[in-house]
């Protein structure tokens, strides 16, 4: 497992605070603290590093115009993530579309943006993986992104999508059921 | 229990009853050596860069959207309830009724070129109101425009 991130939610809280009241530079802060982990969970999820960058501002522009609307009865990460699972499932929506970009993974190669590697063994793999995550339905996918990748708590995770703390750990437990079957059997 | 035992989600104590009965139990310890495997396979897909400018890029999408609402705002709310819906319905029925009477006009140079009375006007419009016909609103323009005389 990827390592978990830190994050201090009562200094985040101030910062959304200040941000409320049009503070630019405690923005530019709370950006540059979440911009690495928001793009990372949302590429996870959408596959396309184009999309990531667009929905991954989009979010940020949200907390600007929204900022007034963080009560502080949750974690601020727990609001700005939860902002982040609407625009992805509304990204989904909208498209209604297959992740990774989709028409990319009918094909047994890999696109460009998915050659991370020169090792073509290793290239095929990570695609195959890629590919595996973009097919889970969406629910699992979130669900797996924010506990496998950034490695949030099943409680936190269950605040973010609004459902229980077994809902999520079901969903876990079926999307690495679905991934198992397909990497590692 | 093994998935949410291997994400490190239970109890000390729940933690340590799994523990117990993995020693004991083969298949479970193969199902959690197969999350285990996943989870290396799941850590393939590395993290992406936050692309140059990114801050910058928000601010002016922040930018472009205050912009947008103040040319809206600008102008006074009873402007915005009355006169720009009543345009946009005005602007709409302009647009039918030109077009009503533009196709009427097509329609009538391409019924004389065929009947032989006048001068073949344009081809362009015998091809594309080849399936033209005299509707109702066509009827309509022609009462507003010369009071029916058409008929």
């Not at chain 1, 910062?15 to 802060?29: K, M, P, S, T, Y």
């Not at chain 2, 400018?53 to 912009?67: G, H, L, N, P």
């Not at chain 2, 140079?109 to 091809?127: F, V, Y």
């Amino acid at each position: 497992m990827t390592p978990r991130p830190q994050h201090e939610p009562d200094c985040d809280a101030g910062l959304a605070r200040r941000v409320a009241n049009g503070d630019e530079a405690a923005f530019e802060e709370l950006v540059g603290k979440y911009q690495h982990s928001v793009l990372n969970t949302i590429h996870r999820y959408v596959g396309n590093h184009d999309v990531a960058d667009d929905i991954a501002q989009e979010v940020f522009v949200i907390l600007w115009n929204k900022a007034g609307t963080f009560k502080g009865n949750s974690k601020f990460s727990t609001w700005l993530y939860r902002i982040v699972v609407n625009q992805c499932l509304q990204f989904r929506r909208k498209r209604n579309q297959a992740l990774v970009s989709l028409s990319d993974l009918n094909d047994e190669n890999p696109p460009e943006s998915l050659q991370v590697s020169d090792d073509p063994e290793r290239r095929q793999r990570t695609y195959a993986v890629q590919k595996a995550v973009a097919e889970l339905p969406d629910r699992q996918r979130i669900a797996l992104v924010l506990s496998h990748f950034e490695g949030r708590p099943y409680q936190e995770i269950a605040e973010i999508m609004g459902t229980s703390v077994s809902a999520v750990e079901s969903l876990i437990i079926r999307a690495k059921a679905i991934l198992r079957n397909k990497l590692v059997r | 229990m093994l998935t949410a035992f291997s994400d490190g989600e239970l109890t000390p104590e729940a933690k340590e009853q799994i523990s117990l009965h993995l020693d004991a139990c083969a298949d479970c310890r193969h199902e959690l050596e197969e999350l285990n495997r996943l989870s290396k396979e799941l850590d393939r897909l590395e993290a992406v860069e936050v692309r140059p400018y990114f801050m910058t890029r928000v601010k002016q999408r922040i930018a472009d959207r205050q912009a947008k609402r103040a040319a809206v705002k600008v102008l006074p709310g009873w402007v915005r309830r009355t006169v720009i819906p009543v345009g946009a319905a005005a602007l709409v029925f302009l647009t039918a009724l030109t077009g009503s009477y533009l196709g009427r006009t097509v329609y009538r140079w391409r019924s004389s070129a065929e009947s032989g009375s006048t001068p073949n006007h344009g081809s362009a419009g015998s091809i594309l109101f080849d399936e033209s016909s005299e509707g109702s609103l066509s009827r309509f323009t022609d009462q507003l425009l010369d009071g029916g005389k058409s008929e």
